[in-house]
């Protein structure tokens, strides 16, 4: 089975503090990289539009990113509702055959 890769974007709710998501966010990929299944985390936010960021992750398999829904950060971080979600790609490595 090959790793599942994940590339979404989000983007600061209305009202949301932007240097305080920016924190949280800090702290979520912090706890996120420590899980078993997680290969990749990270958040990078856009320079032409500072309220909206990108994740891209990497897991061993559907399972691990499930788990990772299901983790205390995780859970944390979105019962703030810092952010909303624009898309989300599920997204395999082309190995050219």
């Known amino acids: 089975m090959s ?31 420590k899980e078993p299944g997680c290969i990749k985390f990270e958040i990078l936010q856009q320079q032409d539009k500072p309220q909206c960021f990108t994740l891209w ?17 995780t859970l944390n971080y979105l019962s703030h509702d810092y952010t909303k979600v624009n898309y989300i790609e599920r997204l395999q490595l082309n ?3």
Request: charged share 25%.
């Open 3 to 33: 790793k599942l890769w994940i590339s979404a974007g989000i983007e600061l709710q209305d009202g949301a503090d932007l240097s305080e998501t920016k924190t949280a966010l800090s702290q979520l990929v912090k706890e996120t990289v």
């Open 57 to 73: 992750e990497c897991w061993i398999n559907d399972d691990a990113l499930k788990a990772h829904f299901e983790a205390h950060h």
């Open 95 to 97: 190995s050219g055959s």
